[in-house]
């Protein structure tokens, strides 16, 4: 059974950072792509920054250069390193892990953690 655990979010001042994790059961990160993703209030959910199976990480327009992105393969947790938050930021943030298992592919989620940023 794959599970994704996220946890680190909170109420914060803008300016400020956080680091979330998201640690997975029932599947290696590595090898698969993990996305971080995110949902504000009356918004749609939107990508923020995914790692492609090979390890390249790209990122939305709006976290470039303030989120970081990363993987520890043996504690098999992904992070997001978010820098100068700003109220923009507050949303629910989820993982997400995509892979095949005999020509299935699967997707799961997180249940997300919550960022509010204070202005």
């Known amino acids: 059974q794959v599970q994704l655990v996220e946890s680190g979010g909170g109420l914060v001042q803008a300016g400020s950072s956080l680091t979330l994790s998201c640690v997975a059961s029932?599947?290696?990160?590595?090898?698969?792509?993990v996305s971080w993703y995110r949902q504000a209030p009356g918004k749609q959910r939107e990508l923020v920054a995914f790692i492609s199976s090979g390890g390249s990480i790209n990122y939305s327009g709006s976290v470039k250069g303030r989120f970081t992105a990363s993987r520890d393969n043996a504690k098999n947790t992904v992070y997001l390193q978010m820098n100068s938050l700003n109220s923009e930021d507050t949303a629910v943030y989820y993982c997400?892990?995509?892979?095949?298992?005999?020509?299935?592919?699967?997707?799961?989620w997180g249940q997300g953690t919550q960022v509010t940023v204070s202005s």
């Open positions: 997400n892990v995509q892979f095949w298992r005999a020509s299935v592919q699967y997707a799961y």
């Open positions: 029932g599947v290696t990160f590595s090898g698969n792509t």
